[in-house]
């Protein structure tokens, strides 16, 4: 059965997280990529790979809207249709491990401040990114191997104006298909949020705990970590209920494109959560929007949103080399 996704929503979904997302990722690729370059750090490194992931889902974005275009009949080369399909379920995987290990990164800098910058190295980072990527590449290559299990050679490019691209599944590939589905949900999902949820909720205990710590840079913190934690859940949560929602059922679901949508919604709230955690994309920002200020005369006038700085005068903060590294943990700009 063919999974209609309608036309207006899917289309409206696409275009929006597109034109939202693709120039945000485009300016926290600068400047993630411009701090790597002039000192890494394990965060940077992970945010820089996590708006690698994004883009290269925004990238491949328009080939959904075409498809939602056509009332799901792929009508571009048929090569196109199961990469697409690869990059487009790779990137969401891929964000929940970068998602998780930046959880992760933050709890240990409030948890053992100490201990974890004495220990914390780029190259941990960098090998741990490779291996989400490899890991992920090995996993979502079901997308390419269930088109070949028990069906005729792939049509040629003058054939395709009747082909579903990954829809439409015969039984003897929904016995492989749903089984790798709820293994993706579990291992790809489940453990990924859970393992965020721990870290996360561990943060905002800690931080709740620490008066010593500027009260709105504490509070900014901790609604960072329920924000991400909030979109963890919301954007990739419905998609992977459908998994297992279609293995009890034996089939995928028919809103499972729909749920979809929630996925795709993160590429562009990604750069979001950047702009209220990291002061140097607050930086970014402002400098674009400074000059664009200076290139409209028009807007003279207009008031540019002033970047919070890290401020070091917090005497009790210089002090205290723990509560430093706290605060530094807290906004890793």
């Given at each position: ?81 199961p990469l697409s399909g690869f990059i487009f379920y790779l990137t969401i995987y891929t964000s929940t491990f970068f ?6 990164e933050r709890y240990l800098g409030v948890a053992f401040p100490i201990q974890h910058s004495l220990k914390r190295r ?212």
């Amino acid at each position: 059965m063919i999974q209609q996704c309608h036309t207006g929503l899917c289309l409206s979904v696409y275009i929006l997280t597109f034109v939202l997302g693709f120039p945000a990722n485009i300016l926290a690729f600068y400047t993630f990529g411009k701090k790597v370059r002039q000192k890494a750090t394990p965060i940077d490194i992970l945010l820089l790979n996590l708006t690698i992931s994004d883009l290269l889902f925004l990238v491949f974005l328009p080939f959904k809207m075409q498809e939602v275009t056509n009332d799901m009949i792929w009508k571009l080369p048929y090569a196109l249709c199961p990469l697409s399909g690869f990059i487009f379920y790779l990137t969401i995987y891929t964000s929940t491990f970068f998602l998780t290990a930046i959880s992760v990164e933050r709890y240990l800098g409030v948890a053992f401040p100490i201990q974890h910058s004495l220990k914390r190295r780029p190259i941990y980072a960098l090998a741990a990114s490779i291996f989400f990527w490899i890991f992920s590449f090995i996993h979502l290559s079901i997308v390419f191997i269930i088109p070949l299990i028990g069906s005729p050679p792939a049509p040629t490019p003058t054939d395709t104006s009747d082909i579903v691209c990954y829809q439409n599944f015969t039984e003897e590939q929904l016995k492989i298909l749903l089984p790798v589905r709820l293994e993706l949900c579990i291992v790809l999902f489940c453990i990924p949020f859970l393992i965020s949820s721990y870290c996360y909720i561990n943060f905002i205990r800690i931080l709740s705990s620490l008066q010593h710590i500027n009260r709105r840079k504490r509070l900014r913190a901790i609604g960072m970590a329920l924000g991400t934690l909030v979109v963890f859940a919301l954007c990739f949560g419905p998609y992977n209920v459908s998994h297992i929602v279609g293995f009890i059922q034996w089939k995928s679901p028919e809103w499972r494109d729909r749920a979809l949508l929630c996925s795709t919604f993160n590429a562009c709230l990604d750069p979001f959560i950047f702009y209220f955690s990291s002061s140097a994309m607050r930086g970014s920002v402002s400098s674009v929007l400074e000059g664009i200020r200076k290139r409209l005369p028009s807007c003279l006038s207009c008031r540019v949103p002033r970047v919070l700085k890290i401020s070091s005068s917090n005497s009790s903060s210089d002090k205290d080399k723990e509560h430093t590294l706290i605060l530094n943990a807290v906004l890793y700009a």
